[in-house]
């Protein structure tokens, strides 16, 4: 809600200034967002689609079974995986996390699900590729999961 | 046909899925509608005003000031200034995407847009707040400290790849925005 806020607070604003200075500048501004849109639609309606099929199939139920149970090496690789291919909003991640690691997870494998929770989207990628570039996109996300479990394995040796 | 095919592939993939899901799992199938449809309703809200907001960007932002506060040349300043422009209480990930590549057309380094996503994804205010709360001090301080310098060199390591190796297709379709 205070995203949403805050978003039409500034465009508000953005728009007000805009209007003010030129009008014809603001007309081919919003063509420019048309099309940017308009070219970003079906990455957006795939996004959706496999946001919901991955937080469908796994649950924070699922997660927790999945990587609280076991220690280990194992453990770590599963959590990185699980946080790169789902987008969990962070009031729902950090307690389950908090949980995860008070009920016995080891600091690495909590540090490498958020890690890669925050810093690695799959999800996200399709539509990152339509505006950032694939080239972008793949070298952010790819060395994003090196960083994150790098990350993840100094904070399992200094915590 | 065959361009409409080729540029909806991953909608329809999905799509096939989602039907495989309903025959084969109807109460996954139900939850994952559920969460499509939740996520539906942020972006319908949200990606709206984000991409006009790219597009006042593209036309207001003065080129030669983002090439000097963000640009090849900003230094320290300039990555300081993409990080706090990143951990500012914004939205989701996908609000940043846009804003970045409006960045990239006027001129802000690959460096400082790494570091500018990167803040956005991982150090947001809010988010480490939460992150405090329930992970404690220590663990997130260590985070925030680590991910900083992993961005750096993340961010750094991108430029030098993608300055030797440009990434042709993407200049091609983004021509044009860059002279506004």
């Known amino acids: ?159 | 046909m065959k361009n409409i095919l080729k540029k909806f592939k991953l909608p329809i993939g999905v799509a096939i899925v989602f039907v495989a899901l309903f025959i084969f799992a109807p109460d996954a199938a139900a939850r994952s509608s559920k969460v499509a449809y939740e996520y539906f309703l942020e972006m319908v809200f949200i990606l709206p005003p984000v991409f006009i907001l790219m597009g006042l960007m593209e036309v207001w932002l003065p080129k030669d000031k983002i090439k000097k506060w963000l640009g090849n040349d900003s230094g320290l300043r300039g990555g300081i200034l993409s990080l706090v422009l990143g951990t500012l209480p914004t939205g989701p990930l996908y609000v940043a995407f846009p804003l970045s590549a409006s960045l990239l057309h006027k001129g802000a380094s690959i460096t400082n847009v790494v570091i500018f996503l990167g803040a956005w994804a991982a150090l947001k205010i809010p988010q480490l707040m939460i992150e405090v709360k329930f992970m404690g001090l220590n663990f997130a301080i260590m985070r925030f400290v680590l991910t900083i310098f992993a961005l750096i060199l993340m961010g750094s390591f991108m430029k030098a790849v993608l300055t030797r190796h440009p990434d042709k297709k993407w200049l091609e379709s983004n021509k044009g925005l860059s002279d506004q």
């Not at chain 1, 946001?51 to 770590?76: C, H, N, Q, R």
């Not at chain 1, 494998?109 to 694939?134: D, N, Q, Y």
């Open chain 1, 1 to 159: 809600m205070t995203t949403i806020i805050i978003i039409y607070a500034l465009l508000a604003l953005a728009l007000v200034f805009s209007l003010f200075k030129s009008k014809e500048k603001t007309q081919k501004a919003f063509k420019v967002a048309g099309k940017a849109l308009l070219k970003t639609a079906p990455s957006l309606v795939a996004m959706l689609g496999i946001v919901g099929l991955i937080l469908g199939l796994l649950t924070p139920e699922k997660i927790a079974s999945l990587i609280g149970a076991e220690a280990g090496f194992l453990a770590t690789v599963t959590a990185a995986v699980i946080g790169s291919v789902t987008l969990i909003p962070s009031l729902v991640a950090f307690p389950l996390a908090g949980s995860l690691l008070r009920s016995g997870a080891t600091v690495m494998t909590i540090s490498a699900f958020i890690t890669t929770l925050v810093m690695v989207g799959v999800i996200t990628a399709p539509m990152e590729m339509k505006i950032l570039g694939m080239r972008f996109t793949l070298l952010r996300n790819g060395l994003g999961i090196i960083a994150a479990l790098l990350i993840a394995f100094l904070m399992g040796i200094l915590l």
